[in-house]
């Protein structure tokens, strides 16, 4: 068997990851032209399911390297004022880890270099008579397997050939996503899990992703044969605009002027929090949902994470469910692998169990939105 997988997103490389461990033949296609191609280090918050799901794909020899490049991230999560007042609290959240999305992918592509192509923009598929599939890229070449998996993201086009009627919703205001080194000074702003603060005229959301141990130094003594980024601590913030800010500027000093000048006679950590973040890992945040779809009769093209089922940040699920997918498609397709179900109803059954949770999860995302968006949208 042959499975393979559009897009090398920390979804997609879960997924190799598992069927390399299970024995089965996977190739990966990604458009971007290399691992460090955009901006994509983020604080992902990883527990029950996911983390699970996450440890069974990954090879046991890299499950410490995970551990000592994740943080902390337990505790209370704390509401205040545009002057740190403590006005309310969301109750504790306990068990998970934070990760960085950027050294996550690193550690997810350790072992996989024959596996992985970049530069591989994904066009379109065709279904054979034989039942094969074969993905036709942007640069003309083609490649052929038993099994294509979209784990393309939001924008997925794979998605989009398979279920053209499948619905992406983009929630409007503008949000940013900002980050900013961690000093002494900017950890107090998020003594647990995390920190919403309620300000006049917006609210932003504090994370914290103080590394265990520095990710290229732990990787060099753990596992010295994976490259991991020299990324240093950080405080993740999120900033909900007012809907009176209809555009946002093109670059990064204009934009954190612009937030400024809304936070006015704030408190000075939080002011300067804004002040010194990072212009190359900051950038605006489009929040999209997926609506549901029916299940739509298994072929030899399935999706996984982002490209089915995206959801709104603001509940932690989208990776830990891309990660469940993962987990429960390697699972069914070892059962095929080992001749112990046929091919595609192995694939059916992951499908209908993963649009379950899938969908439950955009659900719950969304009931948890309004605590976040300055107008509950
Ligand atoms: C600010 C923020 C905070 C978040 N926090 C959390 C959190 O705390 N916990 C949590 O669980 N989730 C969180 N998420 C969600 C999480 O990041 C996503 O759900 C997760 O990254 C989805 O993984 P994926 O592999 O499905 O898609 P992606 O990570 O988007 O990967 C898709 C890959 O496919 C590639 N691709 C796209 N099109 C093509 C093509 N045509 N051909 C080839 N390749 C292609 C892309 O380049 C990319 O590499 C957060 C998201 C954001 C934005």
Same mark, same amino acid.
């Given at each position: 068997?042959?499975?393979?997988?559009?897009?090398? @997103?920390?979804?997609?490389?879960?997924? =190799?990851? +598992?069927?390399?461990?299970?024995?089965?033949?996977?190739?990966?296609?990604?458009?971007?032209?290399? #691992?460090?191609?955009?901006?994509?280090?983020?604080?992902?918050?990883?527990?029950?399911?996911?983390?699970?799901?996450?440890? !069974?794909?990954?090879?046991?020899?890299?499950?410490?390297?995970?551990?000592?490049?994740?943080?902390?991230?337990?505790?209370?999560?704390?509401? #205040?004022?545009?002057?740190?007042? #403590?006005? /309310?609290?969301?109750?504790?959240?306990? /068990?998970?880890?934070?990760?960085?999305?950027?050294?996550?992918?690193?550690?997810?592509?350790?072992?996989?270099?024959?596996?992985? !192509? &970049?530069?591989?923009?994904?066009?379109?598929?065709?279904?054979?008579?034989?039942?094969?599939?074969?993905?036709?890229?942007? *640069?003309?070449?083609?490649?052929?397997?038993?099994?294509?998996? +979209? =784990?393309?993201?939001?924008?997925?086009?794979?998605?989009?050939?398979?279920?053209?009627?499948?619905?992406?919703? $983009?929630?409007?205001?503008?949000?940013?996503?900002?980050?900013?080194?961690?000093?002494?000074?900017?950890?107090?702003?998020?003594?647990?899990? @995390?920190?919403?603060?309620?300000?006049?005229?917006?609210?932003?959301?504090?994370?914290?992703? !103080?590394?265990?141990?520095?990710?290229?130094?732990?990787?060099?003594?753990?596992?010295?044969?994976?490259?991991?980024?020299?990324? +240093?601590?950080?405080?993740?913030? +999120?900033?909900?605009?007012?809907?009176?800010?209809?555009?946002?500027?093109?670059?990064?000093?204009?934009?954190?002027?612009?937030?400024?000048?809304?936070?006015?006679?704030?408190?000075?950590?939080?002011?300067?929090?804004?002040?010194?973040?990072?212009?190359?890992?900051?950038?605006? %945040?489009?929040?999209?949902?997926?609506?549901?779809?029916?299940?739509?009769?298994?072929?030899?093209?399935?999706?996984?994470? *982002?490209?089915?089922?995206?959801?709104?940040?603001?509940?932690?699920?989208?990776?830990?469910?891309? &990660?469940?997918?993962?987990?429960?498609?390697?699972?069914?397709?070892?059962?095929?692998?080992?001749?112990?179900?046929?091919? %595609?109803?192995?694939? !059916?059954?992951?499908?209908?169990?993963?649009?379950?949770?899938? &969908?439950? =999860? #955009?659900?719950?995302?969304?009931?948890?939105?309004?605590?976040?968006?300055? $107008?509950?949208?």
């Amino acid at each position: 068997m042959r499975v393979l997988v559009i897009g090398a @997103g920390i979804g997609g490389l879960c997924l =190799a990851q +598992g069927l390399v461990r299970a024995g089965i033949d996977v190739r990966v296609f990604e458009g971007e032209a290399g #691992v460090h191609s955009r901006y994509q280090g983020f604080r992902i918050g990883l527990g029950g399911p996911g983390l699970a799901a996450l440890r !069974e794909c990954l090879p046991p020899r890299l499950h410490g390297l995970l551990e000592a490049t994740t943080g902390e991230l337990s505790g209370e999560r704390r509401v #205040v004022d545009e002057q740190l007042r #403590v006005t /309310g609290r969301l109750g504790p959240l306990n /068990g998970g880890m934070a990760t960085d999305r950027h050294v996550l992918r690193h550690l997810l592509l350790a072992g996989l270099a024959d596996r992985v !192509e &970049f530069g591989k923009r994904f066009v379109s598929y065709e279904e054979a008579a034989d039942g094969s599939v074969r993905a036709v890229f942007a *640069d003309g070449s083609a490649a052929c397997g038993d099994l294509l998996v +979209g =784990a393309d993201g939001v924008g997925s086009r794979v998605r989009r050939q398979l279920l053209p009627e499948a619905e992406i919703v $983009t929630l409007g205001g503008n949000g940013l996503l900002g980050r900013t080194p961690l000093t002494e000074r900017f950890a107090g702003l998020v003594p647990g899990f @995390g920190t919403v603060v309620h300000g006049p005229q917006l609210r932003m959301l504090l994370g914290k992703m !103080e590394f265990r141990r520095p990710p290229h130094l732990a990787a060099a003594e753990l596992a010295p044969d994976v490259e991991l980024p020299a990324t +240093g601590s950080y405080l993740r913030w +999120g900033a909900f605009l007012p809907p009176h800010v209809e555009a946002l500027p093109q670059d990064w000093t204009a934009t954190r002027e612009l937030l400024l000048g809304l936070m006015d006679g704030w408190h000075p950590d939080l002011v300067e929090l804004v002040r010194q973040s990072d212009a190359v890992n900051s950038s605006p %945040l489009t929040v999209r949902h997926a609506k549901p779809v029916p299940h739509w009769g298994t072929r030899r093209v399935t999706l996984l994470g *982002d490209a089915v089922h995206v959801m709104p940040p603001s509940a932690g699920q989208g990776a830990n469910t891309a &990660f469940r997918d993962a987990a429960l498609l390697c699972r069914s397709l070892t059962a095929a692998h080992h001749g112990e179900a046929e091919l %595609l109803a192995a694939v !059916e059954r992951y499908e209908l169990e993963m649009l379950d949770y899938g &969908f439950a =999860a #955009v659900a719950a995302s969304l009931e948890q939105l309004p605590t976040f968006t300055p $107008t509950g949208r």
